[in-house]
């Protein structure tokens, strides 16, 4: 196996978060609308599972344009990174939001195993301003960090809520045998 084809399968395994933790769509499925927007007791700097999930999908998005968008902009922190509200405006919305960051999930995925890409090489516009990195393998790696923290969160909050773990929730195929 080539050096870039390890490296496409290691990020495409972080992405999906096979190795040492719950995948997203575990973690995001069978939240209640009654939950959304509810800050949990006893989590000190707490945000509601909207705030977290929208979060997570601008942020993800973020990292995608600028991977992606030769006319880049940075957004402006926090008010373009987080919701205004603890609750989603609709049911609409969380769905939007939900599919949204699994859509632009698959396109990261898609990214990373883009032969025409060279995924350890430089972003050919990027500019190393800000929090951003200079080539595919920083920004990708960031966006499987940064939703590993989040999802993390979400777990942490569905627990102080009473609704973890989903009704349907396996054994992870990681765990250990008895």
């Not at 997570?56 to 992606?68: E, K, N, P």
């Not at 898609?110 to 032969?115: H, R």
């Not at 999802?151 to 195929?173: H, M, N, Y």
């Amino acid at each position: 196996m080539a050096a870039s084809d390890a490296l496409r399968a290691l990020l495409t395994t972080q992405l999906d978060a096979t190795v040492a933790r719950r995948s997203h769509t575990e973690i995001l499925r069978e939240i209640p609308a009654s939950a959304w927007g509810v800050l949990p007791d006893g989590l000190p700097e707490a945000y509601s599972l909207w705030q977290i999930l929208e979060h997570m999908r601008r942020s993800q998005a973020d990292y995608l344009r600028y991977c992606t968008d030769p006319d880049y902009t940075f957004s402006t922190w926090p008010d373009d990174y987080w919701p205004d509200t603890l609750r989603p405006p609709s049911d609409a919305a969380w769905t939007r939001s939900l599919n949204q960051f699994q859509a632009d999930l698959q396109d990261a995925k898609a990214l990373v195993n883009d032969p025409s890409i060279d995924i350890a090489g430089a972003i050919p516009h990027a500019s190393k301003v800000g929090y951003h990195g200079t080539t595919y393998v920083e920004e990708i790696g960031s966006i499987a960090d940064h939703n590993a923290y989040h999802l993390g969160q979400v777990v942490t909050v569905r627990r102080l809520l009473g609704i973890w773990p989903p009704s349907d929730l396996k054994e992870a195929d990681w765990s250990a045998p008895e």
